[in-house]
């Protein structure tokens, strides 16, 4: 079992940055890839990006390439999300997401929330233009 609560969402003017943070319990952790999706309102839940289970192997979305970076810090079993460069289009209920323990990763395999076992309750992000 793993539970992961969401942070640091907020208001933020375009242009501007947030760092979201996700932190997780269970033994698990260290060896699951993670994710980050988001929803905005009337739109289905999208990818934004992945990490492997040692912080090494990337992804994301193209809409979010060059501005946003996902890592992770095992020690903490905690993953995060720095965004930059906001745009109104970024507004969304922002979720952390943990795949299935496995030391086998591919950028693309991970787009779908169905590759996803856990979730956390979401963290509002809101770009004001």
């Known amino acids: 079992q793993v539970q992961l609560v969401e942070s640091g969402g907020g208001l933020v003017q375009a242009g501007g940055s947030l760092r979201l943070s996700c932190a997780a319990s269970?033994?698990?952790?260290?060896?699951?890839?993670m994710g980050w999706f988001r929803q905005a309102p009337g739109k289905e839940r999208e990818f934004v990006a992945s990490i492997n289970w040692s912080g090494d192997s990337t992804d994301y979305a193209d809409s979010v390439k060059g501005r946003f970076t996902m890592s992770r810090d095992n020690a903490k079993s905690s993953v995060y999300l720095q965004m930059n460069s906001l745009k109104p289009e970024d507004t969304a209920v922002y979720y952390c997401?943990?795949?299935?323990?496995?030391?086998?990763?591919?950028?693309?395999?991970?787009?779908?929330?169905?590759?996803?076992?856990?979730w956390g309750q979401g963290t509002q992000v809101t770009v004001s233009s």
């Open positions: 269970g033994r698990s952790f260290s060896t699951r890839p």
């Open positions: 997401a943990a795949a299935t323990p496995t030391f086998i990763y591919s950028s693309g395999s991970l787009h779908s929330v169905k590759e996803y076992d856990y």
